[in-house]
């Protein structure tokens, strides 16, 4: 090799180990992961820990032009978690990002979120508490409540809500989000380990349990942040309102089929080959 070669070759960044599981352990990681994954438009208050001066900053799903950060001009920090580029733990690029954000100065944004090298992690970043998501029907969030009284602000707020499918957390139920496309569904986050998941689902679906809903019909799974998200096609026209009590009431049924530990037959094994085939990976 030349000298003049030697000369030019930048140094290898030092890669960040995949993490399947990213935010395992985070007393907030059905949150972020629904924030991550599933939620258009959601904004959650988080405070970083006293390493990185205790300051209050606001995670949201997407910002303007897929900005990853803005410091507002009143001071207030917007960090995006959809936005954030993917080392292979989504953990530590996120908690990057909020490093870099804590620089910005009002008026200032980060339009893209460098390759994150390794470094702290969520859990070194952020204090550990509960998130509080704020669920929008468009992208109101991006802009002070000031700037929403102009007429021009508002129409183009009234704009986007075209590309937000209707989204509601289904209440007392953590993880569950309604959501309105051509039909209407139920996603539910699931902590649990996804393997058994499947098992429960497929005992469910043998014993042919009409879970939560007569009318609602198992369509599949999304596996995101190393969590299984199963999902529910609802009957036509059905509201978000109508579901906490009746899910209320088969969460104790899902949770018994996850936790039964008794080997699946060799049709609740072929039911779970089906689950498995409709599978979608998310990131």
């Not at 300051?55 to 949201?60: D, G, K, N, P, S």
């Not at 998130?131 to 129409?155: G, N, P």
């Not at 989000?177 to 005992?203: C, H, K, P, S």
């Amino acid at each position: 090799m030349g000298k003049k070669s030697r000369l030019n070759k930048a140094p290898k960044k030092k890669r960040v180990p995949f993490v399947e599981r990213p935010y395992e352990g985070l007393t907030a990681e059905v949150e972020l992961v629904a924030m991550k994954e599933i939620l258009p438009a959601a904004t959650a208050s988080a405070t970083t820990a006293p390493e990185y001066g205790s300051r209050e900053i606001t995670l949201v799903t997407l910002l303007p032009n897929m900005a990853a950060a803005v410091r507002r001009e009143d001071g207030e920090l917007l960090v995006a978690v959809q936005t954030v580029t993917g080392s292979g733990d989504a953990s530590r690029d996120l908690a990057a990002l909020i490093i870099d954000a804590l620089e910005l100065e009002p008026g200032e944004a980060i339009q893209s979120a460098e390759l994150a090298e390794p470094g702290p992690r969520l859990s070194d970043v952020l204090v550990d508490q509960p998130l509080d998501l704020v669920l929008y029907e468009d992208f109101a969030y991006w802009v002070s409540d000031e700037e929403k009284d102009r007429d021009d602000v508002r129409q183009a707020i009234e704009q986007t809500r075209d590309n937000v499918a209707p989204t509601v957390a289904i209440d007392a139920i953590r993880g569950a989000y309604w959501v309105r496309m051509t039909n209407e569904f139920v996603r539910w986050i699931r902590t649990e380990d996804q393997d058994r998941v499947l098992d429960g689902l497929a005992r469910l679906q043998t014993a042919r349990s009409e879970g939560f809903d007569k009318d609602a019909r198992f369509v599949g799974a999304f596996r995101a942040c190393g969590l299984l998200i199963p999902v529910w096609q609802l009957a036509p026209g059905t509201e978000a309102d109508e579901l906490s009590a009746p899910m209320a009431t088969f969460e104790d049924e899902f949770a018994a089929a996850i936790a039964a530990t008794e080997p699946l037959t060799p049709e609740e094994r072929r039911a779970r080959s089906g689950i498995v085939s409709r599978q979608v990976t998310l990131r």
